[in-house]
């Protein structure tokens, strides 16, 4: 390139940057005054966070809150939230629950964060920005799509994402519409004439072909075009400026920086932010004067006026860590003190998994392990599992040995988690290590909290974890263990107390003696953790052996014991009882309110919301996609629960279980029969939940209903067989009761013999209570919305259905084919929850009082 001959710019405007914007850039952000969505997409260096964040800053806006990612997700919401509860007044309780709740990862975060959000009162535009989001997952742009959308839940706000590509590999983003706009890298490079007024505004006069050289070397990048910028300010000529990043980098920002400045950068780089006291702690001397250098002399260290944080660019901290990882530009002993230094200023922030992985880093294994075990009762370990696998992996043994309370918090991660492999190799070695111990009481109470770990071990033998309960009482001087917290979820997120200790068919009624006789001595060990549990276990017998009167008033007495004690997940368990024994009675007021009163699915959510208790959000959506399966209405059911469980499923452990309960009745009813055959078989064959044995009960109806369906009528005897050999015995007559309407054919062959006589009955006799239970509801929840339920062709064959008309009849009068009438018959019943004619009538009935 010619030698630019121009004066170089006078001292006073060296390291001074003009910004500079299109006029089609300015022309493609203006939308984003009034879209609620607007996505930003262009790889790093386009300048789209620069471009987005002055644009708005001129435009005037009420109120502009940005935050930024960088690599890690960790962290993002936690500062998003405290941004809110900074920027407006009287909403810390709102943002402590969003903050709680956590970076919402699918439709049920998402939805209890719109809910959290209604209770902020957004100023009239309000922008949001969220940058970096490439390195979020991609169902937080699900997360902004919703939050745009629902005005309701924040008038005013707008929402802009700014992205490298990262999320359009997974989906196509939004396509621009009258409420959404995207802005992609198209609109971000300079043209040669645009680099020309860029220079101009800088002082600097190029000529076309300049122009046009330097773009064919830059892209257009406006990055790379402050650089050369930079380089020409020191060098008074850009025809050697370098070809690539890393060396344009090095020569114009790293070299123009006094060694402080890179000494400090370097005591820095693990950080993805920082402020003015930090950086002073950090480098044990007051970092302001430096600071001031960094952002000055180049706009690769930005300063954000809200969070009073500085935020290295992306470009600038990959190669401030490429430096730093080299061991022969910085020494790992260096290094070492430096991660160590940052993980001792994250604990004091706080921020007490990112401090241990800063130790990890250093080697700091014992500050690490210490810390991890400094509130032992304290779950925090199942949140960043990974960090804590890698950590004990890597930790000397004579520091494990030192440090033995981590290991029982890292075993309770691994129960808690389900990663029983990893929970017994940790339990073997911890019974090694409190064997060795020496007599006195210090090794007692070790060994008194092995025994809690050995009775998980032992789940779900009551009697076998009651012995190790007793141990560690007697072992703990009846002091309670450290290893639990009272109000953490004794279900682990499952709705259902019976599928966790029903293990061995023909022996409930000693099972449910036993939970009595035991919990007592659970309850002095854990400070009433779990109450009401033995009563619920009992209570839920009582409703598949049809006591449903009984099974009423004990729950009722689980559910006063659990509100007593705060235990949420049992009061989860109970009011999921209470629903199906609603179903039972017709009570569709009981399930979804009057107007006035919550209904209980409604109380569920809210009790999550009172308490903060999120953990169990998934477990809510369960139990309501149990309700809307056995109400046949396909289309309510939360839509995680129609799919496979995702590997990384926020559900706990043994919620997982009862998913498939309502998954596999979710299948029969879409008709993907195939699909569900191949699933099940392979579960059970592999001994999926073979403790729970009320997944083999429901696993064998479904196999049985799937194959039915399918013609394969011998396997499908044979699984309902398996199904009635283990259920019968114990009276469990429910899972077949709930699921008579896929398997009646097969049931009365099944049971047609003379000692099975008084099943049949009482299983019949159940069944028709809880389809006329069903058919009560569905008139109360279906009637006033079945114009809207039906397509306008179907509400003409189902108004004259209810006149009567016959198939045929209907045909003629609707002028069109027999069989297309029994085609909208098919969905009209399915929609409507319905199986036969006299149902849709009663539905019918029900809407003479609405506009139809």
Request: aromatic letters at 10%.
């Amino acid at each position: 390139m010619a030698k630019v001959t121009q004066k170089r710019p006078a001292p006073a405007q060296t390291g001074k940057t003009v910004r500079y914007f299109s006029k089609r850039l300015l022309d493609a952000l203006r939308p984003m005054l009034t879209n609620p969505l607007t996505l930003v997409e262009a790889p790093t260096g386009y300048g789209k966070s620069v471009a987005v964040k002055d644009f708005l800053e001129k435009a005037k806006v009420t109120m502009l809150v940005t935050i930024a990612s960088q690599s890690s997700p960790e962290s993002f919401w936690p500062d998003f939230c405290d941004k809110l509860a900074h920027n407006i007044a009287n909403v810390e309780d709102a943002c402590a629950a969003l903050k709680k709740l956590g970076l919402p990862r699918d439709f049920t975060q998402t939805r209890a964060a719109l809910n959290l959000l209604r209770l902020i009162s957004f100023p009239p535009d309000t922008f949001l920005v969220f940058d970096d989001c490439h390195n979020l997952p991609r169902s937080f742009l699900d997360f902004c799509e919703s939050l745009a959308a629902s005005q309701d839940a924040s008038p005013g706000v707008r929402v802009v994402c700014v992205t490298r590509d990262g999320w359009a590999s997974d989906r196509l983003v939004p396509r621009p519409n009258a409420s959404q706009s995207r802005i992609d890298q198209r609109v971000f490079p300079l043209t040669p004439q645009e680099i020309r007024d860029y220079y101009a505004k800088h002082g600097i006069s190029l000529s076309p072909g300049q122009a046009r050289e330097l773009h064919a070397k830059t892209d257009g990048w406006i990055a790379s075009l402050y650089l050369s910028l930079a380089w020409y300010q020191e060098h008074g000529e850009i025809s050697s400026f370098p070809p690539d990043i890393v060396a344009r980098v090095r020569e114009t920002v790293y070299a123009a920086l006094s060694a402080e400045a890179r000494d400090l950068l370097f005591t820095l780089t693990p950080l993805e932010r920082f402020t003015a006291v930090q950086a002073s702690r950090l480098h044990k001397s007051d970092a302001t004067a430096l600071l001031g250098e960094l952002t000055g002399k180049n706009a690769f260290v930005a300063y954000d006026r809200q969070s009073k944080a500085y935020f290295p660019h992306a470009i600038f901290r990959q190669f401030l860590l490429a430096l730093f990882n080299d061991d022969t530009i910085l020494p790992p002993e260096r290094r070492r003190r430096i991660y160590r230094a940052c993980g001792e200023m994250l604990k004091d922030a706080g921020e007490l998994a990112s401090a241990m992985e800063a130790w990890h880093k250093a080697g700091e294994f014992e500050r690490a392990l210490a810390v991890l075990e400094s509130d032992m009762s304290r779950n925090m370990v199942t949140e960043r599992a990974g960090l804590y696998v890698a950590m004990f992996k890597d930790c000397p043994e004579e520091i494990l040995e030192r440090r033995i309370g981590a290991s029982f918090k890292y075993a309770i991660a691994a129960f808690s988690a389900g990663d029983f492999q990893a929970f017994g190799t940790r339990l073997a070695w911890l019974a090694q290590r409190c064997a060795s111990l020496p007599q006195n009481k210090n090794a007692n109470r070790w060994r008194g909290e092995l025994h809690v770990l050995l009775a998980l071990k032992e789940f779900n033998d009551i009697e076998a974890m009651s012995g190790n309960h007793r141990l560690a009482l007697k072992l703990l001087k009846e002091e309670a263990t450290q290893l639990y917290d009272p109000t953490s979820p004794w279900t682990l997120g499952s709705p259902s107390v019976l599928f966790m200790f029903y293990r061995e068919s023909g022996k409930l009624q000693g099972e449910l003696l036993q939970m009595h006789e035991c919990m007592p001595y659970y309850y002095q060990l854990t400070e009433n953790h779990g109450a009401g549990a033995e009563f619920l276990m009992e209570a839920e017998s009582l409703y598949n052996a049809g006591e449903f009167d009984q099974a009423a008033q004990t729950c009722q007495t689980a559910l006063s014991r659990a509100q007593h004690r705060a235990q949420l997940g049992n009061e989860f368990c109970a009011k999921f009882l209470q629903m199906r024994l609603a179903l039972l009675k017709g009570d569709a007021t009981a399930l979804f309110g009057d107007g006035k009163n919550l209904g209980l699915m409604a109380d569920m959510r809210g009790l999550i919301a009172e308490r903060r208790d999120f953990y169990l959000l998934h477990t809510a959506d369960v139990c309501e996609g149990w309700l809307y399966a056995a109400l046949g209405l396909y289309d309510n059911i939360p839509g995680w629960l129609r799919e496979p469980l995702a590997g990384d499923s926020p559900l706990y452990a043994f919620a997982k279980g009862y998913y498939y309960l309502v998954h596999g009745r979710v299948q029969l009813l879409a008709g993907a029969y195939a699909a569900l055959i191949g699933q099940l078989n392979a579960m059970l064959q592999a001994g999926a939940f073979q403790k729970n044995l009320l997944f083999s009960v429901y696993g064998h109806i479904y196999l049985a209903a799937a194959f039915h369906k399918t013609n394969q009528n011998t396997e499908a005897a044979s699984a309902l067989k398996s199904a009635l050999d283990t259920a019968l015995p114990d009276a469990l007559y429910m899972p077949f009761v709930e699921n008579y309407d896929l398997i009646c054919p097969l049931l009365a062959k099944a049971l047609s013999g003379k000692e099975h006589k008084d099943d049949l009955t009482r299983i019949e006799v159940l069944a028709k209570q809880l389809q006329e239970g069903r058919e009560v509801v569905l008139q109360e929840i279906v009637a006033p919305n079945l114009s809207a339920l039906l397509s306008e062709r179907e509400l003409e064959v189902a108004l004259l259905v209810g006149k009567g008309l016959s198939n045929n009849e209907i045909a003629e009068k609707l002028n069109i084919k027999i069989r297309t009438v029994k085609f909208h018959l098919t969905f009209i019943y399915e929609k409507c929850g319905v199986k036969k004619r006299e149902g849709l009538r009663k539905i019918l009935n029900k809407s003479k009082n609405n506009t139809l």
